[in-house]
């Protein structure tokens, strides 16, 4: 088997990712991978596996399914991948700014709780201090 050829089983690309073969079959449902079929077996190709592996970095970087699917079609067919990077950079950098709000919005709750937490320790000291 040539490089360019290379085949995969579910269980093969499951392993290697760490997920189930139910999440694999997941994102063939949302039409990220389009293995062919042996009988009733799945047999996934190199352009699959690197799909594959794009959909779960997506996903871990807290990416919606939308922009999946949108990020990773813009990588068919076509040989100029400036597009697809100046498209990439846009979402990476939209990501970003959620998670950076985020971070602000829990910095601002942790000091509301340890503002509220220095209020319960005070009541309780004049407490016990009756």
Same mark, same amino acid.
Not at 66 to 76: P, R, V
Not at 78 to 88: A, H
Not at 99 to 104: A, G, T
């Given at each position: 088997m040539t490089h360019s050829t290379a085949r995969f089983a579910i +269980?093969? @690309? /499951?392993?290697? &990712?760490?997920?189930?073969?139910?999440?694999?079959?997941?994102?063939e449902d949302q039409g990220i991978?389009?293995?062919?079929? =042996?009988?009733?077996?799945?047999? &996934?190709? %190199?352009r699959d596996r690197a799909r594959l !592996? #794009?959909?779960?970095?997506? !996903? %871990?970087l807290g990416l919606s @399914? /939308?922009?999946? !699917?949108?990020?990773?079609? #813009?990588? +068919?067919g076509?040989?100029? =991948?400036?597009?697809? @990077?100046?498209?990439?950079l846009r979402v990476m950098a939209k990501r970003r700014e959620a @998670?950076?709000?985020?971070? =602000?919005d829990i910095e601002a709750m942790l000091a509301e709780i340890s503002q509220?937490?220095?209020?319960c320790r005070q009541e309780l000291q %004049? %407490?016990?201090s009756r």
């Open positions: +269980s093969d @690309l /499951a392993r290697e &990712f760490g997920i189930t073969p139910r999440t694999i079959r997941f994102w991978l389009a293995p062919e079929r =042996e009988g009733r077996n799945r047999v &996934f190709t %190199r !592996k #794009m959909a779960l970095r997506g !996903k %871990r @399914l /939308a922009e999946i !699917k949108d990020l990773i079609g #813009m990588y +068919s076509t040989e100029d =991948e400036t597009p697809q @990077l100046i498209e990439c @998670l950076e709000q985020q971070r =602000e509220f937490e220095r209020q %004049r %407490r016990d």
